[in-house]
């Protein structure tokens, strides 16, 4: 009577480690995309709820943007949304000193100004720090721009996110003259509140094409679209 081999064979043990090493690229793939995921659900949380008072806001002010960029006036959009909302103004939050040594930890209570995605890098007194700002476009015009005059607030950009944070303003030339990382920190999107409040993730492709029905300018916006 023959003995049983209840042993692997080489060959059954480098299958068995294939399979093995296979699985385990899948799983770390999984839950990498599921923590990008997550990433992007808070960064686009970030800006509905900025999105959603928005539309209060101009309701309550004659449909004028607020459109001020210093950190300090209370009437910015980083103040007075996030004061509609119940949460921490920019105005509140405190920068490091000039004698910090590791700029790389985060200041409390600015979670809801910082992209989980972006890699943070403030500075000793950058006063403004955000992954999001506004239209540049909308500081120039000022109390000149309004939400009745613009024929599709859907595709008018309000805020986006920005490359650079320390920046309140941000345009389509800050998207393209940077690193596509740091613009399209999303699987090469980016997320933008429009000025009817809603928010979602634009492709690098869709933001930039010559024909994009994204809006920066004011005054095209306001225009007729073409038939």
Sequence with gaps: MKKSNLGFSLVELMV?????????????????????????????????????ELVSYLDDNK???????DKNDLRAWFNILAERL?????????????????????????????????VYERKAHQAYYCSYAINKDLVNMGKKARIQNIKDPSYFIF?????????????????????????????????????????????????EESDSVYKWNYNVAIEEPEK
């Design 16 to 52: 068995v480690i294939g399979i093995l090493i296979i699985l385990s690229g899948l799983i770390g793939t999984g839950v990498s995309r599921l923590r990008a995921n997550g990433k992007r659900t808070q960064c686009m949380n970030n800006l509905r709820a900025y999105g959603t």
């Design 63 to 69: 449909g004028r943007f607020p459109t001020s960029t």
């Design 86 to 118: 119940k949460r921490p103004r920019m105005a509140d939050l405190v920068p490091p000193q000039q004698d910090a040594t590791d700029f790389s930890v985060r200041i409390p209570n600015d979670d809801d100004f910082i992209c989980p995605s972006m």
């Design 159 to 207: 805020l986006c996110e920005t490359p650079t944070p320390a920046n309140a303003m941000v345009d389509l030339n800050t998207l393209t003259s940077n690193n596509e990382n740091l613009s399209y920190r999303h699987r090469s999107s980016t997320i933008a509140c429009f000025a009817d409040g809603h928010v979602d993730a634009i492709t690098k492709t869709a933001m």
